[in-house]
């Protein structure tokens, strides 16, 4: 069974451009999450969806970031314009609702995406 | 304020030997607590979880302990191997799905 897959691995940008991400969770699995990762840190939530809806966004900034799962499956998670300080790593995990409460339920993470902003 | 603090930062150890990580955390309300090891340019993996009932839960050579009435757990890690090389994150998750994530133990394993 694939994991989590996001894409693209790497990134490089000049500083003021547009930049997105991309993750496929696990099939099947209704809840996503992106979190941002700086090096020797623990990550950060970003954004949680439960299908197609954004139940946690408190952690987003978002004037300069955007999210969204259009059909409760993939997500794009957006940066316009970045800036210095966004050069890190970013996760997208998900997880299965499976009829335990939900915060039992195992988040699987991707790989990340590591951006570079100069 | 919650917060997930772990200890050492850092740590390096010969291969075969023993270790033990430290968290301690002041999050509530406690649902449950993980750990995760998460090697370099990869994703969080989890080893182990335990609700506020378990003490103790093991995963091959990872055992972690949890006392809820100090708000400490440990990773327990026997006859190390190089594979164990990564960092190891210790988070604590709410009855809200809230997660807090510590900034891990860095742990080298040489030959």
């Known amino acids: 069974e694939a994991g989590v897959v996001q894409s693209p691995r790497y990134k490089i940008i000049e500083k003021k451009q547009p930049v997105a991400f991309w993750c496929n969770p696990i099939s099947g699995h209704n809840t996503l999450y992106w979190y941002l990762q700086n090096l020797g840190q623990g990550p950060e939530l970003l954004i949680r969806?439960?299908?197609?809806?954004?139940?946690?966004d408190s952690q987003l900034p978002k004037d300069r970031f955007s999210a969204e799962r259009l059909k409760g499956v993939d997500s794009t998670l957006k940066i316009q314009p970045a800036e210095l300080g966004d050069s890190a790593v970013y996760l997208c995990a998900s997880s299965l609702s499976s009829g335990k409460r939900v915060e039992y339920n195992e988040q699987f993470f991707g790989p990340g995406t590591r951006l570079t902003v100069l | 304020k919650n917060q997930v603090e772990q200890s050492p930062q850092s740590l390096i150890i010969l291969e075969g030997k023993n270790c033990t990580l430290q968290?301690?955390?002041?999050?509530?309300?406690?649902?449950?607590l993980r750990w995760y090891k998460q090697d370099t340019g990869r994703g969080p993996v989890s080893l182990t979880i335990m609700t506020f009932s378990e003490n103790t839960k093991s995963n091959g050579r990872y055992t972690a302990t949890l006392d809820a009435d100090t708000k400490q757990s440990s990773l327990h890690i026997t006859a190390s191997q190089l594979s164990d090389s990564a960092s190891y994150i210790c988070?604590?998750?709410?009855?809200?799905?809230?997660?807090?994530f510590g900034t891990g133990t860095r742990l080298t394993v040489i030959p």
């Open positions: 988070v604590v998750i709410t009855g809200a799905n809230n997660l807090f």
């Open positions: 968290c301690n955390y002041t999050v509530s309300p406690f649902s449950n």
């Open positions: 969806y439960e299908n197609e809806e954004a139940v946690d």
